[in-house]
């Protein structure tokens, strides 16, 4: 924390302007946005030049946090560091495996999505620096904060009315505050307190990914207060591998609704492609990175060095995999995983690809209208941690020890990659 977010410095690159433009983490992705591709690729290299440099550095501290939690592993008696960080959230080593060979089963889609980037940037070659860039315009759309509620009102209408006089309260009830302010904070999230209705923050400035912003912390919310309501306090606090569920939920239903909603096409494929870049950021990145973890924590286990070079290695060819043919293998992507900080926190990111999963799975059964599914739902959100999560998915007839979620979330993308695919013709 304290080398990437104190000490560590990046190159300026030049600007369209021939000015100086400073790369530094907050500007890093809204450069990697930029439409100048020379600009996209300096950034690119400006920021992995520095993580070369300090390579054998980070690969000590990681190596080390890495046998301490093989270390603890051991002490405890297990067999293994990750079926110890996932015993303390009460989850099975097979949800993690099932992961990993249902995402690996379906890298094709992934392989395909980045040909049709490739095709529409127009490049002879696709670049890790390609990867960001917007597909689509957004157009001028601007949503005032009363337009937001009405369409999430109108987009989580499947949850019934009981759910959605709740999200009436929260609007109404003074849980949310809105918009910018002199010293808040930036981005979005929602807070919890057993006893007290649960409060939103925003940032809202009335893009359309603000109104997904509002579904989604609206759905932490809504999850917190069926669960503070129902459960002593003891159990209210629901654990990290459900913690996504309900706010991806709310998410995943609004983009159907707005789908059915939207008829016209440059609308369309904007939100067609703001889907499939939540899949590729949150269901094959975090599976990405939940392979890595498990590989050096067996190399760790095994007693082998760590070294710069093994872990830049074992990236490397991870991506290779999961990116596919059309993307060129760039030698600075290797050190990627030394700009993570979750890796510091053993087995932690998979949850967002399970979460994701199940998510886009209870979605597609609400939207069914399937027998029973609300009152599971409702089951679900009021659980907080008083049964393991794996079983309180199953509430909601989601099994998470089968591979059927996961595949089924990538059945959602392919008809969302062969509807962006007819729309971009
Ligand atoms: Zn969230």
Redesign the pocket.
Known sequence: RMFNNADVRFPSITGEDGRELPVTHGTYISLMEHPDRRIRREAFQSLYSVYRQYSNTLAAAFGANVKQAVFYAKARKYTSSREYYLSSNEVPEGVYDRLVSSVRKSLPLMHRYMSLRKRLLGVDELHMYDVYVPLTSQGNTHYTFEEAKKIVKEGLAPLGEEYLSLLETGFEGRWIDVYENEGKRSGA??WGIYGCHPYVLLNFHGTLNDVFTLA??M??AIHTWYSNENQPYVYAGYKIFV??VA??CNEALLIRYLLKQCKEKKERAYLLNHFLESFRATLFRQTMFAEFEKTVHELGAAGESLTSEKLCGIYQKLNEDYFGPDMVSDSEIGYEWERIPHFYTPFYVYQYATGFSAAVAISRRIMEGEPGILEGYKRFLSGGCSMEPVELLKLCGVDMSESRPVDQAMEFFEELLDEFEVCMK
């Open positions: 999230y929602s989604h912390e759905g932490h913690a996504e706010s991806t």
